[in-house]
């Protein structure tokens, strides 16, 4: 992009700055290297790299900016034109504006220059335009490109003479309505474009392009100057349907500056004025939409040093660096609490305020050595040491991690609606403004169907057995729209199927994956963080579970962990899943940072004695509360503790099932007499019967 080195000189002092050297040097150093340095004339034309990210720096004011900051010297303002006269009835008396899309257009502004005369731009407008490859057109197309090149506000003047009703109103596209643009091509707008209407048709493409039936002419009397704020991403697929690219949608784009609509209008409208004569209306017509939220953020100086590693950086330093670039900051002991100008549409967190303070500073100045280390290979973000911890837990447990698309349908997911409530997603999915796939158009709540899907993909292809998981983020909880991280849950999910292995020294015989492999597999997981005996499961029911085959896993603190359940024969048609599926989730954000505390025990030398205990208990009796029951009877050399069968059926009591328990018993410093285990199970056995009901 152009830039014009007499007309920076308006807004810095480029001779304080080191001249055209100078300044080429300070940009590089901000991070818009000048590609290309060329004269013209007595002036230099600078060839800058601008960064999508950096919509602000498009105009001579923006890029003068970062230079005075980058200098160390305070901008300066020429009046780029005299005062116009104003006369007459003001600007609200003669038009209004009704804005029907307040979150797509955020304002609209307006000036009216009335009785100008046919006749070129002042000279310096002209020469200024033509120097930066622009065409020269006529006094009031001047004076909006020049606004553009000088603001990096878009502007667009109105023949007012032209507008049905005198008025404008902002408004979505009526389905089938046509609008001739200023290229002379006749557009059809869909239903999703904004335009600016008059009282009955629409007479611009909103953000990118005017309308050539009320476009300024030579016999034009009369001017309407509109600039305004419209949506970035409304503006890129209007201009990506109708194939159009232009200075105004490149830069509406990426993101305007909402606060300089009424400097752009009151340069534009000096300069019609000055080179077209006329007088300008009173008043600024200033037609608010939505607000926008001021965006706020803190700096610490211990980031700050943490991330540049340069000790000598200051709070004063960033404080004052923070100020020239247009932020306002107020200091707080050792971190500064700053607001983002409207401008900087790309800062956003703590570590861009970083950026922003070591371009002021120069990153030639950073010491070129790594900063100190924590230990090797160390992980700080809490989360994501969750996170590695649990994929080694998965890993260990006999899974491969497979990784899925972020996006999906809600139809996809309302199998698993249960779940998304009981895990604290929202109610309504994010949507994506431009999805990649029509049919996924949202972004997922959980990660279940994806590792289903792939699960059903490796049996399809020749697998007997499958064992995945997936950790990743779901898009489902309630947040706010200035913290993006807070609409996210980290979760891992995983499915088995087919013949299954629970552990590696087990035979490879093919044995069928069943509910227990699965809940053994979440607390693999867990263990590292949760011991199973801390964990409470309890049935669940969801859509995409089989009935009855589901159990949701609780902390001690009742809150929602984790679910396991067989994946319900509607669901494995609907992805054609070949075998008995089993999958879980487990919530990471729930999970404790520290873990469970490591606890050492020696192992034994001695063998352990099994000892079985049969039992018929009533159905609804969960298995949770039998095994708390068993452990807390303080049974002497209990090591281990499992269910090894449940039977309902004939023989056994309606309402009541048979289940067999198995227990090992260890001695640490000898080995054990059978007479010893017989009389703790015998304890237990008379226990349960008295406690729990159950029948020997």
Same mark, same amino acid.
Request: hydrophobic content about 50%; overall charge positive; glycine content about 2%.
């Given at each position: 992009m152009k830039f014009s080195l007499e007309w920076l000189d308006d807004h810095v002092d480029v001779a304080a700055a080191g001249g055209a050297a100078g300044v080429r040097r300070l940009l590089e150093q901000g991070g818009l290297p000048a590609e290309s340095v060329a004269a013209s004339g007595s002036d230099t034309i600078l060839d800058v790299e601008i960064t999508p990210n950096r919509p602000d720096a498009m105009g001579h004011r923006g890029l003068a900016r970062d230079v005075a900051a980058l200098a160390g010297i305070a901008p300066r303002e020429k009046p780029a034109a005299a005062p116009p006269p104003v006369s007459g009835e003001s600007v609200e008396q003669l038009t209004s504006v009704v804005n029907q899309v307040p979150r797509l257009c955020r304002r609209f502004g307006v000036r009216l220059v009335r009785g100008i005369r046919n006749g070129p731009a002042p000279e310096r407008v002209r020469s200024r335009l033509q120097r930066l490859g622009a065409k020269a057109i006529s006094s009031a197309v001047d004076a909006t490109n020049y606004g553009l090149w000088d603001t990096g506000q878009p502007l667009h003047a109105f023949d007012f003479d032209k507008l049905a009703g005198g008025l404008l109103i902002v408004r979505k596209a009526r389905r089938g309505e046509k609008l001739v643009t200023l290229d002379g091509v006749e557009r059809e707008l869909a239903a999703s474009d904004v335009v600016v209407a008059d009282a009955e048709r629409a007479v611009s493409l909103a953000g990118v392009m005017g309308g050539l039936d009320t476009a300024v002419t030579a016999e034009t009397k009369n001017v309407l100057l509109e600039a305004a704020w419209w949506d970035p991403v409304s503006v890129r697929r209007t201009a990506r349907r109708h194939g159009l690219h232009t200075d105004a949608s490149h830069r509406f784009e990426r993101g305007a500056d909402l606060e300089a609509i009424p400097a752009a209008l009151e340069l534009a409208a000096a300069l019609v004025v000055e080179g077209s004569g006329g007088a300008l209306a009173p008043g600024l017509l200033d037609a608010p939409g939505a607000p926008f939220r001021t965006r706020r953020t803190t700096l610490r100086l211990s980031r700050l040093r943490e991330l540049s590693g340069d000790e000598r950086l200051t709070l004063e330093f960033a404080e004052e660096a923070l100020q020239r670039l247009g932020f306002s900051v107020e200091r707080r002991g050792k971190? #500064?609490? !700053?607001s983002i100008p409207l401008f900087r549409v790309d800062v956003r967190r703590e570590e861009d305020l970083v950026e922003e303070v #070591?371009? !002021?500073?120069g990153y030639d100045r950073l010491p070129s050595r790594l900063p100190a280390a924590r230990g090797p290979g160390a992980v700080l973000e809490p989360l994501r040491v969750i996170e590695e911890r649990a994929a080694d837990a998965a890993a260990a447990a006999g899974l491969f991690e497979t990784v899925s698309f972020p996006f999906a349908a809600a139809e996809e997911e309302a199998p698993f609606h249960e779940w998304l409530e009981a895990s604290g997603a929202a109610k309504e999915y994010l949507d994506l403004a431009d999805p990649l796939d029509e049919g996924r158009r949202a972004l997922r709540q959980t990660l279940l169907p994806g590792v289903i899907e792939a699960a059903s993909r490796n049996l399809r292809h020749g697998r007997a057995g499958t064992g995945l998981f997936e950790i990743g983020r779901g898009f489902g909880r309630p947040g706010e729209a200035s913290a993006p991280e807070s609409f996210e849950t980290r979760r891992l999910a995983f499915a088995i199927a087919g013949s299954w292995r629970s552990d590696w020294s087990e035979p490879p015989a093919r044995r069928e994956a069943d509910f227990f492999d699965a809940k053994g597999i979440a607390e693999a997981i867990l263990a590292p963080f949760l011991p199973a005996e801390s964990l409470v499961w309890a049935p669940f029911s969801a859509g995409g579970f089989a009935r009855g085959r589901a159990a949701v896993a609780k902390n001690s603190a009742d809150a929602v962990v984790a679910v396991v359940g067989a994946v319900s024969d509607g669901e494995r048609e609907k992805r054609r899943v070949p075998a008995a599926a089993f999958a879980g989730e487990i919530l990471l954000d729930v999970l404790p940072a520290a873990g469970a505390p490591a606890k050492f025990r020696p192992y034994s030398e001695y063998p352990a004695i099994e000892a079985d205990l049969s039992f018929v208990q009533r159905r609804d009796l969960p298995w949770a509360e039998i095994a708390w029951f068993v452990r807390g009877q303080g049974l002497a050399h209990l090591e281990s503790l499992r269910l090894l069968d449940r039977y309902e059926g004939p023989g056994v009591g309606e309402g009541k099932i048979k289940a067999t328990i198995r227990? +090992?018993? *260890? +001695? +640490?410093? *000898?080995?054990? =007499?059978?007479?010893? !285990?017989? *009389? =703790? !199970?015998?304890?237990? @056995? *008379? %226990? #349960? %019967?008295?406690?729990?009901? @159950?029948e020997l």
């Open positions: 971190h #500064l609490n !700053v #070591l371009r !002021v500073w227990m +090992a018993f *260890r +001695a +640490a410093d *000898r080995t054990l =007499e059978q007479e010893e !285990v017989n *009389r =703790e !199970v015998q304890r237990l @056995a *008379r %226990a #349960l %019967a008295q406690n729990l009901g @159950a």
